[in-house]
């Protein structure tokens, strides 16, 4: 996979935009050409990350996104289409682990006793909350020459690796976590059938082991190389995969 180097003209929106892995997602695209709009649940927060971004040089706004309002996703919609008139790069970057402090620290597997509330919230933002953002925002990934939808996975979503007791992950059964990500893999699977003869791309993507609060501090990699798959995704060729589940520029398992 080649991607693209100039995202002149292009336009991004990233939610969970002002840390870790998504800011450097924002970075990253900013520093290609593209216009990137951070979706924050914290507007000051965002609209400090802007300014931040802007200074050195890159053209980056915020606006006030909760992943988990539809109103939100509306507004999104409303403001992308009245300054850009269309959308070309999605990143579905925001998510939640509420099973763990992080994947950092020794997992017990808890599936029996996993409070329904706690898979309902995960489920909310992992997987419902890109679902109905990308649903909201297609008919502007539509008029992009290009789109594309990254949604941020996880190789713990790996239902080939999790059932395999040689694979790395074996042991870290973080049932709610986990779950979201295999689910919001099977949305990008369907998804990029459904738009297999448009030239939008749907990918799922794992980022790597990130030291940011959800990695913990034992990953290691830190949230620059870890907005790198995320990069790639944005950027694919137009003979590009879709459909697909990967890491930097290799495929994982399902």
Not at 58 to 87: M, P, S, T
Request: aromatic residues 6%; negative net charge; contains cysteine.
């Amino acid at each position: 996979m080649t991607a693209s180097q100039n995202l002149t003209g292009k336009v991004a929106f990233v939610t969970g935009g002002t840390r870790g892995i998504g800011l450097e997602t924002v970075r990253g695209l900013g520093r290609l050409g593209a216009a990137v709009v951070i979706g924050a649940r914290d507007l000051q927060k965002g609209q400090e990350t802007a300014t931040q971004l802007k200074q050195e040089g890159l053209n980056v706004e915020a606006i006030a996104c909760d992943v988990n309002v539809h109103e939100d996703h509306l507004a999104v919609y409303r403001h992308l289409e009245q300054q850009y008139g269309k959308l070309d790069i999605l990143i579905n970057n925001a998510g939640v682990l509420l099973d763990a402090e992080s994947v950092s620290v020794e997992i017990v597997n808890k599936t029996s006793t996993q409070p329904a509330e706690q898979l309902r919230e995960t489920f909310e933002v992992n997987f419902f909350a890109p679902i109905l953002l990308t649903q909201t925002l297609l008919p502007l990934i539509r008029k992009s020459e290009a789109g594309r939808i990254v949604n941020l996975s996880s190789v713990l979503g790996s239902l080939t690796l999790h059932a395999d007791p040689s694979a790395p992950i074996y042991g870290i059964k973080t049932f709610a976590y986990n779950a979201s990500k295999t689910a919001l893999n099977a949305f990008t699977i369907h998804l990029a059938h459904e738009l297999k003869d448009t030239a939008i791309k749907v990918n799922s993507i794992h980022p790597g082991w990130v030291n940011t609060s959800l990695g913990g501090a034992k990953a290691d990699i830190d949230a620059v190389e870890g907005s790198r798959t995320s990069i790639i995704a944005a950027t694919l060729p137009d003979d590009g995969p879709s459909g697909q589940f990967f890491y930097l520029e290799n495929h994982l398992p399902w």
